[in-house]
């Protein structure tokens, strides 16, 4: 997506947080920035452009009683990082729980840069 289309800034946080395929626990790759409506992560293989998946954050401590949050996203863009060993994948959240959206507004309030 666009930096135009966005309608929420992204925000990086003070935590290396993994990001997980939510139905196999597999570590797809570590947050890079994160906002109500999707996230960008960092992995050491691409992620396919139009990919559908439960993604699963791993928390840094208990936020809201819950260790992690599943949602649901799309890969909407996937390009070489910076260091051309890694790709950065950027996540559309679809369906979003707006209790979800709490937990993330709260994560992001405790741990932007």
């Known amino acids: 997506m666009m930096d135009n289309q966005r ?4 925000h990086s946080l003070i ?13 797809l790759g570590h947050l890079l920035d994160i ?7 960092i992995s050491d293989a691409p992620i396919p452009v139009g990919m559908q998946i439960r993604l699963r954050i791993v928390l840094p401590k208990y936020i809201f009683n ?3 949050l599943d ?28 209790q979800y959206q709490q937990q993330i507004k709260s994560l992001i ?5």
């Open 7 to 10: 309608k929420f800034k992204r």
């Open 15 to 27: 935590s290396d947080l993994e990001i997980l395929e939510s139905d196999t626990n597999r570590l």
């Open 35 to 41: 906002s109500l409506e999707g996230l960008l992560l």
């Open 66 to 68: 819950e260790s992690h």
């Open 71 to 98: 949602i649901e996203a799309k890969s909407v863009r996937c390009s070489p990082d910076i260091n051309r060993d890694y790709f950065d994948t950027g996540f559309q959240f679809l369906n979003i729980d707006p």
């Open 109 to 113: 309030d405790e741990y932007e840069i």
